[in-house]
């Protein structure tokens, strides 16, 4: 069955690098699109970047040149990469599979990353 | 950037009461490109509309939603107490994809 699973640090420093993995099963790299999508905590969501399917990738410009995002098809992970990381970066990281429609039909658990000065 | 305003920011509601939420897009979206989330407290986003009106597989059919251009609606026509939740609505149409702000459901 399609799964979807976030892995990466509880805490990262002030004005480091956040390195999350989001490892999915149950479908190819190749064939759907997979997203980064934040939520601080009691806030709100917001879309930060996708990995589409052909390999490209876009970004939400409010994550400027800060964020980074990438994949291995052969082990079935994509990876975020965002840093000088502030305080307001403290969120839970979803990533979700994303169909044509632009809808996320299915997320991962999601890794609450707090950042520490 | 799409911004979805959404309304009312909370809801209380009885249990079998009819409850609708508004969502009003910056400019206009395709409804193909228009869908709603609910989310409980501590897990991820959970896919209940798609494309304006369609449920998702297993969603109930109390759920339903409707709208064109730049409003869109989110009804529970019975709300039951596994209802309760943070709902949102999002757009798929335009860099950056968007969610509204969210709509709270408690119980009265």
């Known amino acids: 069955q399609v799964q979807l699973k976030e892995t990466g640090p509880d805490l990262v420093q002030l004005t480091q690098t956040l390195s999350i993995t989001c490892t999915v099963s149950g479908f190819s790299l190749t064939t759907y699109n997979v997203h980064w999508v934040r939520q601080p905590p009691g806030k709100g969501l917001e879309w930060m970047g996708a990995?589409?399917?052909?390999?490209?990738?876009d970004y939400n410009s409010a994550f400027k040149s800060r964020l980074s995002i990438s994949r291995d098809t052969s082990k079935s992970q994509v990876f975020l990469k965002m840093n000088s990381l502030q305080t307001d970066d403290t969120a839970k990281y979803f990533c979700a599979r994303r169909k044509g429609s632009g809808y996320f039909d299915y997320w991962g658990q999601g890794v609450m990353v707090t950042v520490s000065s | 950037a799409i911004v979805l305003n959404q309304s009312p920011s909370s809801i209380i509601a009885s249990q079998g009461e009819k409850v609708t939420i508004t969502c009003r897009a910056s400019?206009?979206?395709?409804?193909?490109?228009l869908h709603w989330y609910q989310q409980k407290p501590g897990a991820f986003p959970k896919l209940v509309i798609y494309?304006?009106?369609y449920r998702a597989s297993g969603v109930p059919s109390r759920f339903s939603g409707s709208g064109s251009g730049t409003s869109y609606s989110f009804t529970i026509s019975r709300v039951e107490a596994e209802d309760v939740a943070t709902y949102y609505c999002q757009q798929g149409s335009s860099n950056p994809y968007t969610f509204g702000a969210g709509t709270k459901l408690e119980l009265k």
């Open positions: 400019s206009s979206i395709s409804s193909n490109y």
């Open positions: 990995m589409w399917n052909g390999g490209g990738t």
């Open positions: 494309s304006t009106s």
